[in-house]
Structure formats: structure tokens, C-alpha cells
């Protein structure tokens, strides 16, 4: 039987949640309602926020010299990038629950459609930001700081989208922390090529976000939600062209401050081509290709890790 296009409430089925998941079909009934609130279902959301953490981890250890990133580091970067994103996406959803009501592709969501009361998912929150909390203080003093100062961001960006078209510009400051961590984390200080990175990792996160949104805009026209893709509009194509090649442009600066090798910059290569491609093929109108280049970003940054990890194995020769 297919899904409903639009659930109701008592259907227990979210309508933008990935149909014949694990989340859905293995665990307790009791506990699905969470796992939408938090997108276990949806990886690609973690994913692009671990990319700067793997990113930044991998260049410090081919700047180090090192033949490896820190294996640990790498770990606790997942761990934490799956926990804060899940409370990331709770923290929004209660932030949001009245617009959501009202947006067809998300009225259906555990908070709007009363699968979770706001009582239990603030609890849910405070569960995931206490394992934040624990892979936090795995790392240095300075990391630790480093990492509780993206607090105020993620706490702030779910109100951006009602005082500025330029959400998405508050969603890379947050999503992008990682270019600094992994760094940090490894060499216990800041430089020029993490800082790059990290600049470079807030344009492209406004790029794809952008596509994302566009799933978003007519509804989100009615209910007053303001975001670049409503913003760029029919020039959206020519504003990727500016921010991914700004992208490129920073994430060079970046290998260059780093002093890496060769395979770093085919990576970045193949990054660029990918993210070439993002915008050659784009159709705004086209919500199922947006959703689908906007997931793609989790390739593009498979790629780029490939090449810093390729570049810092020569250590080992």
C-alpha cells in the first residue's frame, strides 16, 4: 500500500520522511516518532555536517606531516556530527512546529501531528546534547571551547528564517564548525587553512541548502518563510556560480596555506566538477532534483576527503 501524500495525524507516517527505513521497521513503534524527529533517516543531513570536521582533521594531519588523520578524532567526529544533527533537527522542529503545521511536506512531523509532545521532545533534545556533551570532552581545552562557542549559532539560526532572506548564511556558520574543530583538535590551535576552510564550507552550504529550499517555496511564501531561494530566485543558477566558485576559490587557499601535495588538489578537482554539475544540470521547478542534488553533496565531499587522505598517506613512504 503507498503512503498517503498527506498523512494525517493519527497515521503515525511523517510525509518528507524516507518510506521502508530502518528507523521505520526495526525499531519499537514508541521510538520511530523519535527517530523522525531527530532524521535518522536521512543521513545526509549528518553526513554534511561531519564533512568539515573529516575535512579539517585529514589537512591538519598532511600538514603535520602525518600519514593518517587521528583515528579517534575521526570517530568522535561522527559520533558527535549524528547527535548534534538529530538535536539540531529537534531544536528546529520546535522552534517551527506552528510554520510546519501549516507547510504541507512537513505538517505531518512528530511535533505539528502530535506523535511527540513538546515536553518529550525537549527531553529527547537534552539526550542528545548530552552525548554531544561527552564526545565534546574526549578532545583539549581549546577544543572544548572552540566547540561550546557553536552553541549560540545553532541556537539562533531556527528564528533566522523570520528576519532575513539569508537563513541558509546562519546554517553554514553552524554546519561548518567542523572545518575549525578538526583542526583544532589535531594541532590544538587555529591557522589560516582551517579559518579558509571554514569559509569556504559556509558557501557551500549556502549553495545546496538553496536547492533544498527551493522544495519549499511556495509554501513557504505563504507562511512568510524567507530564504535565498525565494531571495535568488531565477538568478539561483548564477548565484551557485558565485558561491561554489567561491568555495573552490577558499578551499584553495586552504591547501595552499596547509602547504599539501598533488592528490589534495585533484580531490579538490573532483570536487569542483561535482559541484560543476550541481549547477549544469539544475531545475528549480523540479523538486524531486532538487532533493536529489542536494543530496549528491554527500558525494562531493567523499571526493575532496579522498584526495586529503590520499595526499597525507605520502608521509607514510
Request: net charge neutral; aromatic share 12%; glycine share 8%.
Amino acid at each position: 500500500m503507498s503512503e498517503p501524500a498527506n498523512p494525517s495525524p493519527s497515521s503515525g507516517v511523517v510525509a518528507d520522511a524516507v518510506k521502508g527505513h530502518w528507523a521505520d521497521t526495526l525499531l519499537p513503534a514508541a521510538l520511530r516518532p523519535y527517530a523522525r524527529l531527530a532524521r535518522w533517516e536521512r543521513p545526509i543531513g549528518w553526513w554534511l555536517l561531519l564533512w568539515p570536521c573529516w575535512w579539517s582533521a585529514a589537512l591538519a594531519a598532511d600538514h603535520a606531516g602525518r600519514a593518517w588523520p587521528n583515528l579517534w578524532h575521526l570517530v568522535l567526529f561522527l559520533i558527535g556530527a549524528i547527535a548534534m544533527r538529530g538535536a539540531g533537527c529537534t531544536w528546529n522542529d520546535l522552534v517551527d512546529r506552528e510554520i510546519d503545521a501549516q507547510v504541507a511536506r512537513t505538517r505531518s512531523r512528530p511535533i505539528p501531528s502530535g506523535q511527540v509532545t513538546v515536553f518529550q521532545a525537549r527531553a529527547f533534545l537534552v539526550a542528545q546534547l548530552a552525548v554531544g556533551l561527552v564526545v565534546l570532552l574526549q578532545f583539549d581545552r581549546f577544543a572544548i571551547g572552540l566547540g561550546l562557542a557553536s552553541l549560540l549559532v545553532v541556537v539562533i539560526y531556527p528564528f533566522m528564517k523570520r528576519v532575513t532572506d539569508w537563513p541558509q548564511a546562519f546554517l553554514g556558520l553552524a554546519f561548518s564548525w567542523g572545518a575549525l574543530m578538526g583542526w583544532a583538535a589535531a594541532l590544538g590551535r587555529l591557522d589560516v587553512a582551517p579559518i579558509a576552510l571554514y569559509v569556504g564550507s559556509i558557501l557551500w552550504t549556502i549553495g545546496y541548502d538553496t536547492i533544498y529550499a527551493h522544495q519549499d517555496k511556495e509554501d513557504d511564501a505563504i507562511v512568510g518563510v524567507r530564504s535565498t531561494a525565494r531571495l535568488f530566485a531565477d538568478r539561483t543558477r548564477i548565484w551557485l556560480v558565485r558561491l561554489y566558485g567561491a568555495t573552490v576559490t577558499l578551499f584553495a587557499v586552504a591547501l595552499v596555506t596547509a602547504g599539501v601535495g598533488p592528490f589534495a588538489w585533484i580531490g579538490l578537482a573532483g570536487f569542483a566538477l561535482h559541484l560543476a554539475r550541481q549547477i549544469a544540470t539544475l531545475d528549480i521547478d523540479d523538486p524531486d532534483r532538487c532533493l536529489k542534488q542536494f543530496r549528491s553533496n554527500a558525494d562531493a565531499g567523499w571526493i575532496f576527503f579522498a584526495g586529503l587522505l590520499a595526499d597525507a598517506a605520502r608521509h607514510a613512504f
